[in-house]
């Protein structure tokens, strides 16, 4: 069974702390993505990878980063955390030709105070 | 600025009844997906629409392609209590609508 496995499904977190978020796909895909999640907003990109060591900025990357040393994992890392950061994050992966994700990890709700 | 706008973004549903959630979007695409999402689960891949015209169905649920409209619909048929979930259509670049909210009521 094919699985995109993030490492937390909860985290509290306070204001200016250093966060890491990881995913780990088993599916051999060359893409991954970070997206988060908020009511009324759907999901928005803040960064994808196409291959190791390779990164895209999307939509919202601001305050964010991320890092790709390995085909399987794709971190994202929250430099100085802020409350707007608040969030549900969902990563993702793709095969190469398949540029939309296909299969979505379960998610990570995160609350900075 | 790529946009894709999904309505309603709510829909309160009997069941045994029939509706259609639309999605446009602003960019030119041959390609069109939607995902359902269960409350507190992540998202699972519904249908993948890849040219004009296209039409998929899965038991009550069917999704169509218009690329020259640039609208894709989902519609639901005979609408049972199990279909209640958010539905979120998507676009290449990998850009989401903001999701369906369906309830369906008994």
């Known amino acids: 069974d094919v699985k995109v496995t993030q490492s937390s499904r909860y985290l509290v977190k306070r204001t200016g702390e250093k966060v890491f978020l990881e995913c780990v796909q088993d599916m051999d895909h060359e893409n991954m993505f970070w997206y988060r999640q908020d009511p009324g907003l759907g999901l928005r990109l803040i960064y994808f990878?196409?291959?190791?060591?390779?990164?895209e900025k999307g939509d919202i990357p601001e305050g964010y980063s991320v890092s790709r040393e390995k085909k399987e994992r794709f971190s994202l890392i929250l430099e100085s955390t802020s409350t707007n950061q608040t969030s549900m994050y969902l990563c993702a992966s793709s095969f190469t030709g398949g540029h939309q994700p296909q299969h979505f990890g379960d998610g990570t709700r995160l609350s900075i105070l | 600025e790529l946009k894709v706008e999904q309505n309603p973004l709510f829909l309160s549903m009997q069941e045994g009844k029939n509706y259609t959630i639309y999605c446009n979007y602003s960019t030119t695409s041959d390609r069109l997906y939607w995902y359902r999402q269960d409350p507190g689960k992540s998202l699972e891949s519904l249908f993948v629409l890849l040219s004009n015209g296209a039409v998929k169905q899965e038991g009550r649920l069917m999704a169509s392609l218009d690329t020259k409209a640039r609208l894709s619909t989902l519609h639901i048929t005979a609408a049972v209590h199990d279909l209640s979930a958010t539905y979120f259509c998507a676009v290449p670049a990998m850009r989401f609508g903001a999701g369906t909210r369906l309830t369906v009521k008994p």
């Open positions: 990878s196409y291959d190791v060591k390779m990164k």
